[in-house]
Antibody, heavy 119, light 108 residues
Framework: EVQLVESGGGLAQPGGPLRLSCATS????????INWVRQAPGTGLEWVSA????????YYANSVKGRFTISRDISKNTVFLQMSSLRDDDTAVYYC????????????WGRGTLVTVSS | EIVLSQSPGTLSLSPGERATLSCRAS???????LAWYQQKPGQAPRLIIY???NVATGSPERFSGSGSGTDFTLTISRLEPEDFAVYYC?????????FGGGTRVEIK
C-alpha cells in the first residue's frame, strides 16, 4: 500500500525557516517523482515543487523559487522541503504527492501538514 | 501559465441526479493532459480522472471525463451520498502545473 506521511508543520515566524518531511513507503522510491502541493485555508490548490526519482532534477513554482529547496534521502525514502524567508501567504496545508513523471498528474497524496506563518 | 476556470462554483443537487462540471482552459491543453480530483473536508485530494477521460483505479464507473482543447467536463452519472465534495481540475500540458478554483457539489 502506498503511504505518504508529512511532518514538520507548525507555527513559523515571518522571515524564518521551517523544514517539512514526507516519509514514503509501498512503492519503489527512486521510480517516482515526489511533489509538494499546498492549499491555503479555504482556497484551492497550488503546485509548489517537485524532485525527480533520482533526485538529480528539481523544480519550483515562481512563488517559492529562491526561498524553498526540495531534496530527498534515498536511504530513508524521505523527501524534504526546506522553507526559508517565510511569508504570511505561505500559510497553507502542504501535501506531498507522487507522480510517475515530472509535470504530470498526482497519483497518491499524503494527508498534509499545516504551516502557519505568523508573528 | 495556463489558467483553468471551473464552473459552476457550487452545484446543488439531490442524490441520484446527474452532475456536470466544467473546466475551461485559457490555452489549449495538449494531449488531453487534464486530471480531475475529488476532495472531501479535512482530506487530501484524490485522483479520479486522468488524461481527460481515463478513470483512475478505484474510482467508480459513474465518474466520466470528456473534452479536449480548452473545454473539459466531469460527469457523475448518478450522485451517491459519498460524491458530495469539491472537485478540482488540473492541467499537466505545460509548466507550471495549475489547478482550477474548484466546484463544490452540495446536497440540495
Amino acid at each position: 500500500e502506498v503511504q505518504l506521511v508529512e511532518s514538520g508543520g507548525g507555527l513559523a515566524q515571518p522571515g524564518g525557516p521551517l523544514r517539512l518531511s514526507c516519509a514514503t513507503s509501498g512503492f519503489p522510491f527512486t521510480s517516482y517523482v515526489i511533489n509538494w502541493v499546498r492549499q491555503a485555508p479555504g482556497t484551492g490548490l497550488e503546485w509548489v515543487s517537485a524532485i525527480s526519482g533520482s533526485g538529480g532534477s528539481t523544480y519550483y513554482a515562481n512563488s517559492v523559487k529562491g526561498r524553498f529547496t526540495i531534496s530527498r534521502d534515498i536511504s530513508k525514502n524521505t523527501v524534504f522541503l526546506q522553507m526559508s524567508s517565510l511569508r504570511d501567504d505561505d500559510t497553507a496545508v502542504y501535501y506531498c504527492a507522487t507522480s510517475s513523471r515530472t509535470f504530470w498528474y498526482f497519483d497518491f497524496w499524503g494527508r498534509g501538514t499545516l504551516v502557519t506563518v505568523s508573528s | 501559465e495556463i489558467v483553468l476556470s471551473q464552473s459552476p462554483g457550487t452545484l446543488s443537487l439531490s442524490p441520484g441526479e446527474r452532475a456536470t462540471l466544467s473546466c475551461r482552459a485559457s490555452q489549449s491543453v495538449s494531449s488531453n493532459s487534464l486530471a480531475w480530483y475529488q476532495q472531501k473536508p479535512g482530506q487530501a485530494p484524490r485522483l479520479i480522472i486522468y488524461d481527460a477521460s481515463n478513470v483512475a483505479t478505484g474510482s467508480p464507473e459513474r465518474f466520466s471525463g470528456s473534452g479536449s482543447g480548452t473545454d473539459f467536463t466531469l460527469t457523475i452519472s448518478r450522485l451517491e451520498p459519498e460524491d458530495f465534495a469539491v472537485y478540482y481540475c488540473q492541467q499537466y500540458s505545460r509548466s507550471p502545473l495549475t489547478f482550477g478554483g474548484g466546484t463544490r457539489v452540495e446536497i440540495k
